[in-house]
């Protein structure tokens, strides 16, 4: 699909520099976007727009305040973990942090359909001074739920491999730890119904299935008491039904535990960011996260929201998918790099897993 795009860097005296991408329109032919376009929902300017989408600058709390209720179909995104040691893209202390995330937390609630879905990746970390981890990622659950009244429809984890091996005084000195490579994904919801299917995420039969589908199988009762019917054999579904651990790619191991790294450097976004001499953003989610759980939650002409969003990878996946979008991000190096996602082929690698959350 070709997108149409306008992209407004920053104002100063008055004047709009343009970063011109290939598939780009004149500011005057996207005036003309159709009513149902994101950019609508807003009374305020984008920094640019897509066909299906628009990136905000500036606090991403202000945008969801700005959005109507109940028009949003997902939020998925990776807000700044709370460290123990500061990031530069400005992550809150473990005593802040809840506190912080709520109001963002509550807006979210808001905005979404009442079958809508909020997909939140949020990593672990340790307790200052000793190798013993932190609950504060726990304790914002319990209130995520208790407090915000989400539902929790599901619990997902990211196994990121290429994750650095630290704190580097437990694991790579003392050697009294091991890498901490598995962040948490959590799936919650309005509703203990929101809209979902897994036919958008299944992956390919294993080689077992397809020969007890060719040999068949007796109905029989195993030790743990589970019946396995005589249709336990069939495979007319399309494909197997994804667990909630992955490892590999989105056709072929779609489940919880998603396996994907997140340190890629031949990328068409890095290579272009480095071409440009713009920075790169340090803590990018692989675009096989947020394409899984917009497969999964949604249908194409939803609406899928990202209000941390950083190299605004969902953006573009959105985009790809046929789903409208909406990015805002408050450090305008990140957005302004973020276009090079929407130019022709720059999401075509690396947008799936391997054989198997930004």
Known sequence: MTSTMEIRPKERDNTVQRVMAPNVASKSKTKGLPDGHPS?????????????????????????????TGKVNLVVTSPPYALHF??????????????????????????????????LNIGGSYNPGTPTRSIYHFKLLIDLIEDVSFHLAQECFWYNPAKMPMPAEWVTVRRIRVRDSVEYVWWLSKTPWPKASNLGVLKEYS????????????????????????????????????SNV???????????????????????????CKKMGIKIHPARFPASLPQFFIKLLTEPGDLVIDPFAGSNTTGA??????????????????????????????????????????
């Open 40 to 68: 609508n929902l807003l009374g305020r300017s984008p920094y640019f727009v897509t066909d299906l989408g628009a990136a905000y600058l500036g606090d991403s709390l202000e945008v969801l305040r700005a959005l109507p």
């Open 246 to 272: 992955t490892e590999g790619a989105l056709d072929a191991f779609p489940e919880s535990m998603l396996k994907m790294g997140n340190n890629a450097a031949n990328d068409a976004y890095t290579l272009r």
């Open 317 to 358: 996946v959105a985009e790809r998918l046929n789903r409208r979008w909406i990015a805002c991000e408050a450090v305008e190096e990140y957005l302004k790099a973020s276009v090079f996602r929407f130019q022709d082929g720059a999401e075509s690698n690396g947008s799936r897993q391997a054989p198997l959350f930004r």
């Open 207 to 242: 080689e077992d299935m397809i020969r007890l589908n060719r040999n068949g199988v007796r109905r029989s009762v195993r030790p743990s008491g589970h019946v396995i019917r005589a249709s336990f054999d069939k495979i007319d579904a399309g494909g197997s039904i994804p």
């Open 86 to 119: 500061k990031k530069e893209y400005g992550n809150k202390n473990k005593k802040e942090y809840i506190e912080w995330f709520l109001p963002f937390a509550q807006e979210i609630r808001r905005v979404l359909c009442d079958d809508g879905s909020f997909v």
